[in-house]
């Protein structure tokens, strides 16, 4: 790994772990997986390890991430499905082979599929497959949490709450909720705006 790319910020979910490797997507965006190496990274540490990604595999990546994130804020906000993002989704969940295997520990792992694909394309469709039926199962209501979107205004990410009381209101508490509290905090000193990092 090379410590010039931005941090991951890894959730415990997933489908919005995956949509929080692009944040503030309304201020300056904070790109997580600039290249395709870094995404092959991002797979390793979340449990969908492959041994390598085209540049083709990571717009293809970029492409559901966004349509995640498009279907989880329209259903956060419980507005209508954006057809086309739907559809993204729903081809890369189909167009991917994957399977589930319980470890002797009873722990999931995934398999992914790349024994009957070209050498160069091990696996990344397979893993984005896994990705995209985690976010059909969270869309879908099938997960103990609630959707929200985060209250920065210049991150508005969509989070998954799984807190008891459901009132969660940052994607992450490291980086947006902190950055609000200092916000806060300044302003209740009376000072003037500053740039708060
Ligand atoms: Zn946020």
């Known amino acids: ?50 041994d390598s990604c085209t540049e083709a595999q990571l717009g293809l990546a970029r492409e559901l991430r966004e349509s995640i994130h498009a ?9 209508a499905l954006p057809a086309s993002a739907v559809q993204v989704v729903n081809d890369r969940s189909t167009q991917g082979r994957a399977a589930a295997v319980l470890t002797p520990e009873g722990q999931r792992l995934w398999r992914l599929g790349s024994a009957t694909r070209r050498k160069d394309t091990l696996g990344v469709e397979d893993a984005l497959a896994v990705i995209a039926a985690d976010a059909i199962g969270i869309v879908a209501g099938e997960r103990d949490g609630r959707l929200a979107l985060c209250a920065s205004p210049t991150c508005r990410a969509a989070f998954f709450d799984t807190s008891r009381s459901r009132t969660r209101k940052w994607c992450d508490m490291n980086t947006c909720g902190n950055r609000q509290k200092k916000a806060r905090f300044h302003a209740n000193k009376g000072r003037a705006a500053g740039p708060v990092e």
């Open 71 to 79: 279907v989880a804020t329209a259903a956060a906000a419980r507005e």
């Open 1 to 50: 790994m090379c410590a010039a790319f931005p941090e991951f910020r890894l959730g415990t979910v997933l489908a919005t772990s995956f949509t929080g490797t692009l944040s503030e997507r309304h201020g300056d965006a904070v790109e997580r997986v600039p290249t395709p190496g870094r995404l092959v990274d991002w797979l390793v540490v979340s449990g969908l390890a492959v």
